[in-house]
């Protein structure tokens, strides 16, 4: 069955970076497009970034443009978010998703989350 | 970026009530609309895509219609198990975006 685990996160200072990492299993991972999908405490969800299935083509959201990275491990069925410039307004759990396709940007699997938070 | 607007924000209902969630897009989108489910503490869970298609696996007293800016979430018969978080989703231009949710509690 498909699992999807996301690993690496934690408290971190405003500035600071951190990197997130999703384990994927189940399925083909370099067949599908893979996403982040962030969501602050209390609030609604938020799509942070997308890469296609072979890595050529990536997508950020505004909030997160210029300081985020998305890339994949096709070799390793790994997914990563490299989160630079930190802010507090980053503080969320963040989520891998999987494309239903490879760009329909439809979820039809996601991680547990892993917990972000941005302070001092 | 399109601005996605659910109504109502939260929503009491009883176990058996039919229940209707609205989501209007802030330009025409199609057919691209995906309905979420979000228990608290758990990931979200795809119910519908493409406005109107169940996703394998879900009860079908869960059904999605509509397209261009108007678009609808029911489910039939709730159950205890339904109650829960749901948000929609455009998926026809990137930034994809979340409507703000509804929250549904049993009244």
Same mark, same amino acid.
């Given at each position: 069955?498909?699992?999807?685990v996301e690993?690496?996160g934690g408290?971190?200072?405003?500035g600071?970076?951190l990197?997130?990492s999703?384990?994927?299993?189940?399925? &083909?991972?370099? &067949?599908?497009g893979?996403?982040w999908?962030?969501?602050a405490p209390?609030?609604?969800l938020?799509?942070?970034?997308?890469?296609?299935?072979?890595?050529?083509?990536?997508?950020?959201g505004?909030?997160v443009?210029?300081?985020f &990275?998305?890339?994949?491990d096709?070799?390793r069925?790994?997914?990563y978010l490299?989160?630079?410039?930190l802010?507090?307004?980053?503080t969320?759990v963040?989520?891998?998703?999987?494309?239903? &396709?490879?760009w329909?940007y439809?979820?039809?699997?996601?991680g547990?989350g892993t917990?972000v938070?941005?302070?001092s | 970026?399109?601005?996605m607007t659910?109504?109502p924000?939260s929503?009491?209902?009883?176990?058996g009530?039919?229940v209707t969630?609205t989501?209007r897009?802030?330009?025409?989108?199609?057919?691209?609309l995906?309905?979420?489910?979000?228990?608290?503490?758990k990931?979200?869970k795809?119910l519908i895509?493409?406005?109107?298609?169940?996703?394998?696996?879900?009860?079908?007293?869960?059904?999605g219609?509509?397209?261009?800016?108007?678009f609808?979430?029911?489910?039939?018969?709730l159950?205890?198990?339904d109650f829960?978080t749901?948000y929609c989703q455009?998926?026809?231009s990137?930034p994809d975006?979340?409507g703000?949710?509804?929250k549904?509690?049993?009244?």
């Amino acid at each position: 069955q498909v699992q999807l685990v996301e690993s690496g996160g934690g408290v971190v200072q405003p500035g600071r970076s951190l990197r997130l990492s999703c384990a994927a299993s189940g399925f &083909t991972f370099s &067949t599908y497009g893979m996403h982040w999908v962030r969501q602050a405490p209390g609030k609604g969800l938020e799509w942070v970034a997308v890469i296609s299935y072979d890595g050529s083509n990536k997508y950020y959201g505004d909030s997160v443009k210029g300081r985020f &990275t998305i890339s994949r491990d096709n070799s390793r069925d790994m997914l990563y978010l490299q989160m630079n410039s930190l802010r507090a307004e980053d503080t969320a759990v963040y989520y891998c998703a999987k494309d239903r &396709t490879n760009w329909n940007y439809v979820f039809d699997y996601w991680g547990q989350g892993t917990l972000v938070t941005v302070s001092s | 970026d399109i601005q996605m607007t659910q109504s109502p924000s939260s929503l009491s209902a009883s176990v058996g009530d039919r229940v209707t969630i609205t989501c209007r897009a802030s330009q025409t989108i199609s057919n691209y609309l995906n309905w979420y489910q979000q228990k608290s503490g758990k990931a979200p869970k795809v119910l519908i895509y493409a406005a109107s298609t169940l996703q394998s696996g879900v009860p079908s007293r869960f059904s999605g219609s509509g397209s261009g800016t108007d678009f609808t979430l029911t489910i039939s018969s709730l159950q205890p198990e339904d109650f829960a978080t749901y948000y929609c989703q455009q998926s026809h231009s990137t930034p994809d975006t979340f409507g703000q949710g509804t929250k549904l509690e049993i009244k």
